[in-house]
């Protein structure tokens, strides 16, 4: 069995610095092999002198590609999809460090899982060195929600440590490129319709290596809330809606007055008295609590309402739910 690696990559020099050697020495046995494919996403930095000499160093294990810039990841990881050479593709973020047996485990998983349609979803972790940093809430995945279950939903598709069988996502998946987030799950959406089967694998585990800011929340809450919108509006489905709590005319009675309920609540809460006094208990003071996990994931919600809110409200064409598009819509990369 050979596993190909995809890993996009945008401007994080650094990172796979810390991360390649990680990658280039996992855990193997004879019965398989792996390489890893790296797609620059348009990187500015040192990402190509990082990456063309690991690739000189190691050309039997390791390909290095660059594409121009996107936005975000499908484009990238489309690219390498098609380029990879395996019959299974491992899809990472480039700020994962995995665990040195995470290839292994995966490999296990489609060793006792050969059929094409069975997908598997891996764990990311926040290591102890960055679980006091209050930015740790936005990288933490609710994985309470996908132990000890046979079967995922699509909306578990999560593209920071998940792998496939590549024939099946020619087929019956790939990346959507005119989405620049949410892509992932509208991906894991066309699967599902063709019959994927998505596993967790908890065993395939990596730390997660974030670096996210505080005064990038509202930037980025904003672009969420954009792509919810267009997202929402391809695929109106009950599932999604109760997902991200969505408020629409396309809403059922329940499903309306649940998400009008959630609404209420928030905008309650969401005022300046409450900012100030989460502030004044520390909620600002840059370690990790239960008053800056509060305070900084309703900044984030009440930024994506915005985006969500202003994009409803704009005059730009909806996108449309039809194939795959090559196109490439403007935006910061995801």
């Not at 290095?64 to 299974?88: C, K, M, W």
């Not at 006792?112 to 997908?119: A, L, Q, Y």
Request: with cysteine.
């Amino acid at each position: 069995m050979l596993i190909s690696i995809v890993i996009p990559t945008f401007n994080r020099s650094r990172l796979l610095r810390r991360t390649l050697p990680a990658l280039i020495g996992q855990a193997k046995e004879p019965w398989f092999d792996y390489e890893i494919l790296f797609v620059s996403n348009g990187s500015s930095d040192e990402t190509g002198k990082v990456l063309g000499a690991a690739e000189r160093e190691h050309p039997d294990r390791l390909r290095y590609f660059r594409i121009d810039p996107t936005g975000g990841p499908s484009a990238p990881r489309n690219h390498g999809i098609r380029l990879a050479r395996g019959e299974v593709v491992i899809i990472l973020d480039d700020d994962v460090l995995p665990d040195p047996t995470l290839v292994l485990e995966h490999a296990r998983f489609h060793h006792f899982f050969p059929e094409e349609h069975h997908t598997g979803l891996g764990e990311v972790y926040v290591p102890p060195d960055l679980e006091s940093d209050p930015m740790a809430l936005f990288h933490s995945f609710p994985y309470a929600e996908v132990r000890g279950k046979e079967s995922l939903s699509f909306l578990h598709f999560w593209t920071c440590n998940v792998s496939f069988k590549r024939e099946f996502m020619l087929r019956a998946g790939m990346f959507d490129e005119r989405f620049l987030f949410y892509e992932d799950v509208i991906c894991a959406h066309k699967m599902q319709a063709n019959g994927m089967h998505l596993h967790f694998v908890p065993e395939a585990r990596g730390q997660h290596l974030h670096e996210m800011k505080p005064e990038g929340i509202a930037a980025k809450g904003r672009f969420y809330g954009h792509w919810l919108y267009e997202f929402f509006h391809v695929y109106p489905e009950p599932e999604i809606m109760r997902r991200f709590e969505i408020v629409s005319s396309r809403c059922g009675p329940a499903l309306l007055l649940k998400g009008a309920l959630h609404r209420l609540r928030f905008r309650m809460i969401d005022n300046p008295i409450t900012r100030l006094y989460l502030r004044a208990a520390g909620a600002t003071n840059g370690r990790r609590s239960r008053s800056s996990d509060f305070y900084y994931m309703y900044e984030l919600r009440r930024n994506i309402f915005a985006g969500y809110n202003a994009r409803a409200k704009s005059n730009a064409p909806l996108l449309s739910k039809q194939a795959i598009t090559s196109g490439k819509a403007p935006g910061p990369e995801a």
